[in-house]
């Protein structure tokens, strides 16, 4: 095995509290296609019990690495909250870092540079992740829905981005979550919501009718064929419901949709956060041809697009939320 292979797991770990495992073994390079498989021009995953449905092919991990560089912008930080005093080098120690759906790794990957003396997992149902991450970095295949291998209280932080897709019960997930964090562990969501949002307050429905049409096919397919309700808004009480984690903040953040804002930071962010969002819409052709509105798919996408860059205001919502381990 190659000790340099991001999908094998050093069996000589030198943090103190690791649990190394026998079952986690090294992806050969020429096993990696059987991970994927191609439906209708694109690449998906070909794990049959993943609900995850967007492809991960070429064009879908330009959206990924653009949208992690854009909601870096819009959030001010890799992050939100006590991240850095979390990770603040000390002495003796060494922190662990999971990222949950870690997709093309470009998150953890950033924040390695940031924090080399950090150990960083990032966890995903297919190996898209570079395979010659930095030493601190170990890139993992797993399904997210099934229990994580890590041992209980064993990790300092888990980051979970955009991961809503690939969960069909998201209150199990936070109960193992919990189980894997130390005591004062972080635990750091980021989710964004499933329907176009006019920042004046003003109804979508009636303002971008296109693009409410959109989600809506898309939330009642992900619901219908998938099992994927839309958790994003509901993660804060899932958390307190779950009883095992305090000082629960929750946030948003409103990203603007094309260059209708007056300010200029404002509009080349939306400029370029409309050009991710047409690239989601194409990303969703796969998920609208599952649903009754089938043969309307195409439609859809177009009249959505067009919206994106017809109607100036809209906005899209992204909810984070952290807490701390009770």
């Not at 690495?65 to 959030?75: C, D, P, S």
């Not at 950090?118 to 797993?142: K, L, Q, S, W």
């Not at 984690?245 to 804002?261: L, V």
Request: hydrophobic share 35%.
């Amino acid at each position: 095995m190659d000790a340099n292979d991001p999908y094998y797991h050093h069996s000589d770990d030198d943090d103190s509290s690791s649990d190394t495992s026998d079952d986690v073994v090294e992806v050969a390079p020429d096993e990696i296609p059987e991970y994927f498989q191609e439906r209708g021009g694109r690449l998906f995953h070909s794990h049959g019990g993943c609900p995850y449905p967007l492809p991960v092919d070429a064009e879908e991990q330009q959206r990924q690495n653009g949208l992690n560089g854009l909601l870096r912008r819009l959030i001010g930080d890799s992050s939100v909250g006590p991240v850095r005093e979390l990770l603040a080098f000390t002495p003796g120690e060494r922190r662990r870092v999971v990222d949950l759906g870690t997709g093309t790794g470009q998150w953890v990957l950033d924040m390695a540079r940031e924090f080399p003396h950090v150990r960083f997992y990032g966890v995903d149902i297919v190996p898209i992740a570079t395979r010659y991450p930095p030493p601190n970095v170990i890139f993992e295949m797993h399904d997210i829905m099934e229990p994580l291998r890590y041992g209980s209280g064993t990790v300092d932080m888990v980051h979970a981005r955009s991961i809503g897709m690939a969960i069909r019960d998201y209150r199990a997930l936070v109960q193992e979550v919990g189980r894997v964090l130390r005591r004062g562990g972080l635990f750091v969501s980021c989710e964004w919501g499933r329907h176009p949002v006019m920042n004046d307050g003003n109804d979508a429905r009636i303002r971008a009718p296109r693009a409410w049409a959109f989600f809506d096919a898309v939330r009642e397919t992900l619901r219908v064929r998938r099992g994927i309700e839309s958790v994003a808004e509901r993660i804060p009480h899932i958390l307190q419901e779950s009883r095992q984690f305090t000082g629960i903040e929750a946030r948003c953040f409103r990203a603007p949709i094309g260059d209708w804002s007056e300010d200029p930071v404002q509009k080349e962010l939306g400029r370029e956060f409309r050009e991710m969002m047409v690239l989601y819409a194409r990303s969703m052709r796969a998920v609208l041809c599952e649903g009754r509105r089938a043969v309307e798919a195409d439609a859809l996408i177009e009249g959505y697009i067009r919206d994106l860059w017809s109607v100036p205001g809209m906005v899209s919502i992204c909810y984070t939320v952290h807490a701390r381990r009770a």
